[in-house]
């Protein structure tokens, strides 16, 4: 087999390989750009602390259930969006409102 056809044959079979496993938050800074328009900060996702662990708690599928109290704009939407996007977890989003009956 020539050398040619063996690099070609070696790069066919890397293609059919899975990508690397991520954690939801790697994913998330690596892969999410946001547009102007959507957010006063575009460009690369770059997620707090806090954010990271929110995301790597959604996207770990031995984990059953995340449960958390937070307040607005804590990037908890762009998190369950992504999950989604990567398709990390089965998820089920239930909210609970402490102010009505």
Not at 71 to 96: L, Q
Request: glycine share 8%; net charge neutral; aromatic share 8%.
């Amino acid at each position: 087999m020539t050398t040619a056809l063996a690099t070609l044959r070696r790069a066919v079979w890397d293609s059919l390989l899975p990508p690397p496993k991520l954690r939801l938050s790697d994913w998330i800074e690596h892969t999410v750009h946001l547009p102007e328009g959507v957010s006063s900060l575009t460009g690369k996702v770059r997620l707090w602390p806090p954010q990271r662990e929110i995301a790597d708690a959604i996207g770990d599928s031995a984990i059953e259930r995340v449960t958390l109290v937070k307040p607005v704009r804590v990037g908890f939407s762009m998190s369950v969006e992504h999950d989604f996007g990567c398709g990390a977890t089965d998820f089920r989003f239930g909210y609970h409102n402490p102010g009505q009956a």
